[in-house]
């Protein structure tokens, strides 16, 4: 949610608008949004497979040619590639960060044609910005996004908790990066200050592999039987998850008192969650689960 609410603060100090509501929930299984077509994420139970999913996802920029920000891009039949380089179709953006550092880049520049007409790319309504004060996180903070300077920050605080900034395990305020979060759970060991990327030496980090609800694999809603309870469940979740992203998308349109309503959504769908991942869908081996269709 904190790097969402700060995506939505860049895209509207440059006069974008944000709409959740339209177009922005995938059909799973899918590829990341920025062109990373060599994996797939899935709605799947936590596996060793899962957290290695997880891992390419938040994986540090460091294309195979080095620090190169683009690589080769394929196309798959039935999959859409949102970002492309702008002047090479042919090339897809490596990592998340690297992305982000892509549009850092652009806006400097951008903003730099701009100031030598005396002008700004910085344009949007400060009204539509969110700051701390209505989102609560347990790590990082918010502010608003006005000008080149703000929008640098708020972008490298995402890659800086996202990636690790390739070499840094933790962050400016001691936080550990996602990727090596997950990379914890693979290793089965804790990260701790000083030690090298890929060798953590704190304690054990025991897992029970096996302690998991075994939820159907991208299941679709057509797949429950029409009229059952978990046909119902399954479809209040939908509803739920449809009105959560209407209510993001009235809090980063000049609304941001609604996003003190967030956590407590999230609660609510843990509790509809529940009712699907801890029941069997009939006839089969695996339990149900949220399906994300709306």
């Known amino acids: 949610m904190l790097h969402l609410t700060i995506a939505a603060n860049v895209m509207n100090a440059v006069g974008g608008k944000v709409d959740f509501t339209k177009g922005f929930v995938p059909n799973y299984p899918t590829v990341l949004p920025d062109g990373e077509h060599d994996f797939e994420v899935g ?8 957290v290695e999913t997880f891992l390419k996802i938040e994986r540090p920029a460091m294309a195979p040619q080095g620090h190169a920000r683009h690589v080769a891009h394929v196309e798959k039949k ?7 380089h702008p002047r090479d179709p042919s090339l897809r953006y490596y990592s998340i960060g690297e992305f982000y550092a892509a549009i850092r880049d652009g806006m400097l520049y951008l903003e730099s044609e701009a100031k030598a007409k005396g002008k700004t790319i910085f344009t949007g309504d400060h009204g539509k910005q969110v700051g701390s004060e209505y989102y609560y996180s347990g790590g990082g903070r918010l502010w608003p996004v006005v000008d080149a300077d703000s929008a640098c920050k708020a972008i490298d605080l995402i890659i800086e908790q996202g990636e690790g900034e390739i070499k840094n395990i933790f962050g400016a305020e001691g936080e550990i990066a996602h990727y090596y979060r997950f990379d914890q759970l693979k290793k089965g060991r804790y990260y701790q ?61 000049a609304e941001p008192q609604l996003l003190l309503e967030a956590v407590p959504r999230m609660f609510e769908f843990r509790n509809l969650m529940q009712q699907l991942i801890r029941n069997p869908l009939p006839g089969g081996d695996c339990n149900a689960a949220p399906t994300y269709e709306i």
């Open 43 to 50: 709605l799947a139970p936590y596996s060793k497979d899962t």
């Open 193 to 253: 200050i000083g030690d090298k990327p890929g060798e953590p030496s704190g304690a054990e980090l025991h897992i029970n592999w096996e302690a998991v609800w075994p939820i159907a694999v991208n299941l679709k809603l057509n797949e429950i039987p029409e009229k059952s309870e978990l046909h119902a469940a399954a479809a209040d979740f939908n509803e739920a998850y449809r009105r959560f992203l209407a209510l993001l998308t009235h809090a980063f349109n």
């Open 78 to 84: 039935g999959v859409t590639n949102l970002f492309v």
